[in-house]
């Protein structure tokens, strides 16, 4: 099971460290992925992080303001936030990669709740 937290609401311009700590399972075996669905919005991908965190691959969007990581002796994977903007407003999910593209949502498995991230402008 996942839990994703630390989302706000935070002018732009502002930051925000999401957290996703893993119970039940190791997650250094798999790798993990922040996707974010914005209200009415399909669900996209943000960043993704290897098992061991020596790959990670970002959405165009937003490379040079986020950046993933991992804790594996804490079971935790984090986005970090910077210079946000009113059109990352969405709830943040992160989720374990199964198979396939990085990219694709339909290749991970135990999304969490989300946290919701709200940028004013």
């Known amino acids: 099971q996942l839990q994703a937290s630390g989302g706000g609401l935070v002018q732009t311009g502002g930051s925000l460290r999401l957290s996703c700590a893993a119970s039940?399972?190791?997650?250094?075996?798999?790798?993990m992925g922040w996707f974010c669905q914005a209200p009415g919005k399909e669900r996209e991908f943000v960043a993704y992080?290897?098992?061991?965190?020596?790959?990670?691959v970002y959405a165009d969007s937003v490379k040079g303001r986020f950046t993933i990581s991992r804790d594996n002796a804490k079971n935790t994977v984090y986005l970090q936030m910077n210079s946000l903007k009113p059109e990352d407003t969405a709830v943040y999910y992160c989720a374990a990669l199964k198979s396939g593209s990085v990219f694709r949502a339909s290749g991970y498995e135990s999304w969490g709740q989300g946290t919701l991230v709200t940028v004013s402008s």
């Open positions: 039940g399972r190791t997650s250094s075996s798999y790798g």
């Open positions: 992080i290897s098992g061991t965190g020596a790959s990670t």
